[in-house]
């Protein structure tokens, strides 16, 4: 079954990293997508530019419209993400709790649709 990681940390976190801290977990985000690649449970992933460069998009009876920035005001930013393959949620949890920066913010695992033949939500 796949599993979306969503990595949630305050980028006011990171930017209060040092140089040498951030370089740190960079080199630990890189060893972590390195070792689940190895182990085959890695599908897909990538980190997110800064929330400054989020637009979203709501369309309401038919008018669309564009606001800068995310769609709610959170602690937290959603800063990337994983999708990885595991047998079951308790596989994903412990993927989940390597991500580097877990110690930073949160990481949020839900699983993807597998069908759609079946109502979902």
Sequence with gaps: MQYMLL???????????????????????????????????HVAGDALQSIRTATTVRVRDGKTTTTDGPFAETREQLGG??????????EALKIAARIPSVKLGSIEVRPLVESYDEPHF
């Design 81 to 90: 993400y994983y999708v990885v393959e595991a047998k079951n949620l308790d």
């Design 7 to 41: 990595i949630y940390t305050a980028e006011r976190a990171l930017a209060g990293l040092t140089k040498e801290e951030g370089a740190q977990l960079m080199h630990a985000f890189a060893t972590f997508t390195q070792e689940i690649r190895d182990s085959g449970h």
